[in-house]
């Protein structure tokens, strides 16, 4: 069966450092979408992304954060410069259609920033 | 805006117990009603979804009715197995254009034989 596979699975970086997470969507998705969720809260929404745009973004999405998806397979969340409140479990997702379709998850990558 | 608030955790059962994790929603417009659970060094999976009032999702024994009198989507099971020892999160998703999610905290659940 076809899944979404996300690296790193745990990330320990340094605050003021750069990250990139990666995921890897299924093939024939055509929205993706990047979730994070901070230890003993709610999973929030990021970003959503589709025909090579941003088609979505919370106010979580600051200019520190970019996506980008440069070879239309890899889906990549990059955090420019960390702080330690980024410290979470990030989430990848995809969907096939606009409405009423599954969204598929990654296993999620753990972010630690020190 | 969409909010989802799910009954805090952790909650533990022995096996065999009736299972019931509240769920309720605000929101604004119709929007479709899911339960996602998460598996020890998994990803979310969809468990199961309503798209309307009154519908009812089922899937591995467990079963959520969307009430919209009540604005809420309560996960039930009859008989719990160790096996469904994992985190469940309420969600529901907007239905128009991108359909990005709104999630509860999610509610980890451990059975114990």
């Known amino acids: 069966e076809p899944e979404v596979t996300q690296t790193p699975s745990h990330q320990v970086t340094q605050m003021g450092q750069e990250v990139i997470l990666r995921c890897v969507p299924i093939?024939?998705?055509?929205?993706f979408y990047w979730y994070r969720q901070i230890l003993g809260q709610k999973v929030e929404f990021l970003v959503s992304?589709?025909?090579?745009?941003?088609?979505?973004k919370s106010e979580i999405f600051d200019d520190q954060f970019s996506v980008e998806r440069p070879d239309g397979s890899n889906f990549t969340l990059k955090i420019r410069s960390t702080k330690l409140e980024d410290s979470a479990m990030y989430f990848c997702?995809?969907?096939?259609?606009?409405?009423?379709?599954?969204?598929?998850f990654g296993q999620g990558t753990r972010l630690t920033v020190v | 805006g969409n909010s989802v608030t799910q009954m805090e955790g952790p909650v533990t059962l022995s096996e065999e117990a009736f299972l019931t994790i509240n769920c309720t929603y605000t929101?604004?417009?119709?929007?479709?009603l899911f339960w996602y659970v998460q598996y020890p060094g998994e990803g979310l999976q969809l468990l199961l979804k309503?798209?309307?009032?009154?519908d009812k999702g089922s899937n591995k024994g467990f079963e959520a009715t969307y009430r919209k009198e009540t604005t809420s989507f309560h996960l039930e099971k009859g008989s719990v197995q160790v096996s469904d020892s994992a985190v469940y999160f309420c969600?529901?998703?907007?239905?128009?254009?991108?359909?990005?999610?709104?999630f509860g905290t999610g509610t980890r659940l451990t059975i114990i034989p």
């Open positions: 093939s024939n998705h055509l929205y």
């Open positions: 929101a604004t417009g119709y929007p479709s």
């Open positions: 309503a798209t309307k009032a009154d």
């Open positions: 969600a529901l998703g907007s239905n128009f254009g991108n359909e990005k999610l709104t």
């Open positions: 997702a995809g969907r096939q259609g606009a409405v009423n379709t599954e969204a598929f």
């Open positions: 992304f589709y025909n090579n745009e941003i088609s979505e």
